[in-house]
């Protein structure tokens, strides 16, 4: 479908979705600081500077509400543009639209704008039968969003989306591709593919580069509410094993000090493109491996009956030096293997 400029069709309605009938998902400390930011704000020094940056790049948020209108359309003001090498920019900058009730969501389009652009305003459709929809927007996964306004045209009736089938979450810990990269735009990271599969809020807490089991972020989602799981996936993002030995029993046991019988899914890393020529890379993924199962192992035998590992080795299946764009992060093909796999687990413990 041939999209429209803004200023070339008649002037539209703009709203606040920080309002309802909008439906804000995927922020944890929303209601309490209505902010697009994946962690509390801090005061300086209280946790990384580089957490604290990325803690407002917005993976995982989402837009949800009903409406009958004719045109959508969405006005956006971003933190920066668009400045990564190996990352497209509309999974950087852009924001991507799902139509259809829960379960049922399927992609309409995303969102297209200058490459350097640090604004922007986009018609997702127009001309359309007013017919009353679900809409999904996914924001972003690797740059900050000042402001978001959505555009429909006059008398367009807005409603709530339908109410989650379950208010407990699932929260995801880990790496940049936890937090989405490389996909191709937003509804393509593992963890809003999952979101529509299950009808719950996804909380999406990869850090680029900086997974590295920080006490300070255990704490942080030991703070959320009742959560229905936690997946732990931060392997990648250690420099050497030792320092996975050394973060990981005390980022698990921040967390069962709160959440005691919440289900736990620990995750060793997916392998490397390169694995084939770079055999100690491999050596090193399977060290890093049996210290995971080993450790959980452990933790079990001690009594938690809520702590599960599993391979990532087996989440891209015998496809994985073809799912990655530099060898290490997947397209758009590995993160559907990814969830593909993750699906019946997470069915399975939340069931």
Not at 2 to 9: A, F, G, S, T
Not at 47 to 65: K, M, V
Not at 287 to 309: M, P
Not at 334 to 346: K, N, S, V, Y
């Amino acid at each position: 479908m041939e999209q429209q400029p803004v200023n070339e069709i008649e002037e539209l309605k703009w709203l606040s979705p920080d309002e309802p009938p909008f439906q804000i998902a995927g922020f944890a400390w929303w209601a309490k600081e209505r902010k697009y930011r994946r962690l509390p704000v801090v005061a300086p020094g209280a946790i990384r500077e580089i957490l604290d940056e990325l803690a407002n790049h917005t993976s995982g948020g989402q837009i949800r509400f009903r409406t009958n209108a004719t045109k959508l359309a969405i006005r956006v003001k971003l933190f920066a543009p668009n400045t990564a090498e190996h990352i497209p920019a509309t999974a950087v900058n852009g924001f991507d639209c799902y139509l259809g009730a829960p379960g049922e969501q399927q992609y309409f389009g995303t969102t297209r704008f200058p490459h350097d652009a640090d604004h922007y305003e986009y018609v997702f459709f127009h001309d359309q039968e007013a017919t009353m929809r679900y809409v999904t927007l996914n924001f972003p996964l690797f740059q900050g969003v000042h402001e978001v306004r959505i555009g429909v045209n006059p008398g367009a009736d807005l409603l709530e989306f339908p109410t989650y089938a379950s208010d407990r979450k699932v929260v995801l810990y880990g790496t940049s591709i936890t937090q989405g990269g490389c996909a191709s735009r937003p509804g393509m990271s593992y963890t809003n593919i999952l979101s529509r599969r299950f009808d719950r809020e996804f909380i999406n807490l990869g850090f680029s580069g900086n997974g590295q089991g920080d006490p300070e972020i255990a704490t942080f989602m030991s703070e959320i509410d009742d959560p229905g799981c936690i997946v732990i996936d931060y392997d990648a993002n250690n420099p050497n094993i030792d320092n996975l030995i050394r973060t990981m029993p005390e980022f698990l046991r921040i967390l069962r000090s709160r959440h005691a019988e919440v289900p736990i899914l620990v995750l060793s890393r997916i392998p490397y493109g390169y694995e084939h020529v770079l055999t100690s890379s491999r050596q090193d993924r399977i060290a890093r491996r049996d210290y995971q199962r080993e450790l959980v192992e452990e933790l079990r035998s001690r009594g938690d009956r809520f702590i599960e590992f599993y391979d990532g080795a087996v989440l891209t299946g015998d496809l994985w030096n073809e799912c990655t764009v530099d060898g290490v992060h997947p397209t758009d093909l590995g993160f559907m293997r990814i969830a593909d796999r993750l699906t019946p687990i997470l069915k399975s413990i939340l069931m």
